[in-house]
């Protein structure tokens, strides 16, 4: 079992950043490919950004690529998204993701095992 915590959403204005933690408990975290995801109000969840087990390999959507960018620090058990130029249609809940097994990137959020709980991203025009 894996419990993810993700913190670092807020409000910030357009054009701006923010960055996304994610720290996952157990001693395993390092075997764990790890993604964020978002949902929009109305909206399907939709994938954001991936990095694998050993930080070698990313992967992002098109529309935060550029933008964003995901790291991972085994050491503390956390994976980051580092989110610059913030446009309003970011505006999302972010979920941050752990899947098992696989020594590449995962984009297809059904094969994630594990979610956390979700942080706010609000962005004002």
């Known amino acids: 079992q894996v419990l993810l915590v993700e913190s670092g959403g807020g409000l910030v204005q357009a054009g701006g950043s923010l960055r996304l933690s994610c720290v996952a408990s157990?001693?395993?975290?390092?075997?764990?490919?790890m993604g964020w995801f978002r949902q929009a109000p109305g909206k399907e969840r939709e994938f954001v950004a991936a990095?694998?087990?050993?930080?070698?390999?990313?992967d992002y959507a098109g529309s935060v690529k550029g933008r964003f960018t995901i790291s991972r620090n085994n050491a503390k058990n956390t994976v980051y998204l580092q989110m610059n130029s913030l446009k309003p249609e970011d505006t999302a809940v972010y979920y941050c993701?752990?899947?098992?097994?696989?020594?590449?990137?995962?984009?297809?959020?059904?094969?994630?095992?594990?979610w956390g709980q979700g942080t706010q991203v609000t962005v004002s025009s």
């Open positions: 157990g001693r395993t975290f390092s075997s764990y490919g």
């Open positions: 990095i694998n087990w050993s930080g070698i390999s990313t």
């Open positions: 993701a752990a899947v098992s097994g696989r020594p590449g990137t995962v984009v297809a959020g059904f094969e994630y095992d594990y």
